[in-house]
């Protein structure tokens, strides 16, 4: 078992940033990967970043390339999202999950997660 939890969210105004945080613990192995997905009120849950174990690759969702990015210390079993140039429509509850494998876009992929964070953008 893995255990995610979350931090960093927050309210802060369009153009923004925030660092969110994912400290994993329990079996932490080597071998996963991490992603990041969010979901807005009223709207499925959505993939935003994901990175592999040895930090080599990384993709995003295109809403976010080129502001938000992946980043993991596995000394510290810790994964981030620097996120940057935050709109309204960023505000979501942030999630962080693991998988064992390569990375994946695809939210059933993962096998463990956290509870969320929320992340409020104003206008």
């Known amino acids: 078992q893995v255990q995610l939890v979350e931090s960093g969210g927050g309210l802060v105004q369009a153009g923004g940033s925030l660092r969110l945080s994912c400290a994993a613990s329990?079996?932490?192995?080597?071998?996963?990967?991490m992603g990041w997905f969010r979901q807005a009120p009223g709207k499925e849950r959505e993939f935003v970043a994901t990175i592999t174990w040895s930090g080599r690759s990384t993709d995003y969702a295109d809403s976010v390339k080129g502001r938000f990015t992946i980043s993991r210390d596995n000394a510290k079993n810790t994964v981030y999202l620097q996120m940057n140039s935050l709109k309204p429509e960023d505000t979501a509850v942030y999630y962080c999950?693991?998988?064992?494998?390569?990375?994946?876009?695809?939210?059933?992929?993962?096998?463990?997660w956290g509870q969320g964070t929320q992340v409020t953008v104003s206008s």
């Open positions: 329990g079996h932490t192995s080597s071998g996963y990967a």
């Open positions: 999950a693991a998988r064992y494998g390569t990375y994946s876009y695809f939210e059933r992929a993962y096998d463990y």
